[in-house]
């Protein structure tokens, strides 16, 4: 987490696109998916936060960015599951009763710092 909130101060800063920002820092959380429950909320809630920082959208303009992303689920789906699922192979972890993922070590920042969103065959 102090990872992505020091890229989101940087991007910020930057003149880098506004929505690539907000692209960049919302999907990160939502890979990097620090809660139990509300990460879909937070990570809209991040699109409109800096979209509105760096001045893209006015006061009150809300994007129907849930709806965008139920409209392209199963391309979403796959593109964060072609580097998570492979991923479990090298991490310890165990099913919780509600059917989350618990990590059991104690290290695997290394694993989700360089995430490789490179299109491969089959997404």
Known sequence: ?????????????????????????AFGFLFIHPFEDGNGRLHRYLIHHILAK??????????????????????????LEAYSIPLLDYIDWTETKDHNIEVLQRQVMDYYAYFDATQTSGV
């Open 1 to 25: 987490m102090n990872g992505l909130i020091q890229t989101n101060q940087i991007l910020l800063n930057a003149e880098l696109d506004a929505v690539l920002s907000a692209a960049i820092i």
């Open 54 to 79: 760096k001045q893209f959208s006015k006061q009150g303009i809300i994007f129907p960015v849930s709806a965008s992303i139920l409209d392209h689920i199963v391309d979403y789906r796959k593109v």
